[in-house]
């Protein structure tokens, strides 16, 4: 699973916690797949710092302050700001 398969997975997961009632089984086990989940995408995270710190090791930034890095270069702004709202 990459980060993106991860993320999408781990957005299902919560709709279903959000969503009709489950029961006790039921949520524990969904809210055990959100936290696998969230681990998982926070290593692709980390992985992709370490990667761009040893980039940037010679203190050039690959891209101007304020530009958006390219396409597939792992990076996102929102990637955070979904992590840190899921409920795990």
């Not at 809210?31 to 989940?37: K, R, S």
């Not at 992709?48 to 010679?58: F, G, S």
């Not at 990076?75 to 709202?85: G, I, R, T, V, Y």
């Amino acid at each position: 699973m990459n980060f993106s398969d991860s993320l999408e997975r781990l957005d299902v997961v919560l709709r279903r916690l959000e969503g009709d009632p489950l029961s006790l089984d039921e949520a524990l086990l969904a809210f055990e797949e959100g936290v696998g989940l969230v681990k998982e995408s926070r290593a692709f995270l980390d992985k992709a710092e370490q990667r761009v710190t040893l980039l940037t090791q010679d203190g050039e930034v690959p891209f101007e302050a304020g530009e958006k890095p390219a396409p597939g270069s792992g990076e996102s702004s929102d990637l955070d700001l979904k992590l840190e709202e899921a409920p795990f």
